[in-house]
């Protein structure tokens, strides 16, 4: 196990999952525009190391996945233009989680709310505990989430319950959020970290160009009409069987082994 362990935002690297750790537990794990900025770069080595081929993104301490922003930091940001930008500025780490290429597991327990639930919505699989709280209380403060989460919200559930989130402020706990499909997995305290990261694993022993393909692929689905997406899919079907890691893994399968896929 390697990577960098200093900083409020950490990286291990377990095998070729990229463990990502939000580590500021004092303080529910709250996002600085510091974080933001480390976050940031983290995601940019994530998606130029290919040697990393998923991502475990989780939350330190007992209490929290992450409670959003630090509202007291808010105002580092500056003003109304500078918000905008901050897109552009390694300044949004909801964003950056967004821009991961590699496929991403949330581990959620705890406070899941605000930027935090962001996060787990830019993911693309979610585990969580029965104590995980999700809410999107930025309503009762004046605004809402500008990193996805009206956006992200509809996407994943729906107009209907994406709106009983975002227009109350309400918290929802894990065993609802699996209800409702916000959640993939509900899994004790005491196993979710150890779940996640089995899935992660499971998810780097695919073709990676295939895997980063398949998450590219589901958000083409969300966002152009059908007849399009099929367009679309067969033209990455087309590449990826004449990639190194497709005869790899034909060849695998008429030779009744596991298939060694190289990212080629």
Known sequence: MAGHTDGEVRLERIGRVAHLIIDRPAKLNAMTVAMDHQMNDLVFEINNDKAIRSVLLSGAGDRAFCAGSDITDLDEYGDNWSYRNRFDARGDYARAVWLLRKPVVAAVHGYCIGG????????????????????????NWGWHGGSGQTQLLTHLLGPGWASRLLLTGERIDGTEAYRIGLL????????????????????????????????????????VPLETGLLVENDSFSYLMMTEDAAEGRAAFAERRAPKFEGR
Do not use: C
Request: glycine residues 6%; proline residues 5%; negative net charge.
């Open 116 to 139: 935090g639930l962001e996060m787990a919505a830019a993911s693309d699989i979610r585990v969580g505990t029965p104590d995980a709280a999700f809410g999107a209380g930025e309503i």
């Open 184 to 223: 993939q997995h509900l899994v004790p305290r005491d196993e979710l970290i150890e779940h996640a990261l089995a899935l992660a694993t499971t998810i780097s022993e695919r073709a990676p160009i295939a895997a980063e393909r398949v998450k590219h692929m589901v958000r083409v689905a969300q966002n």
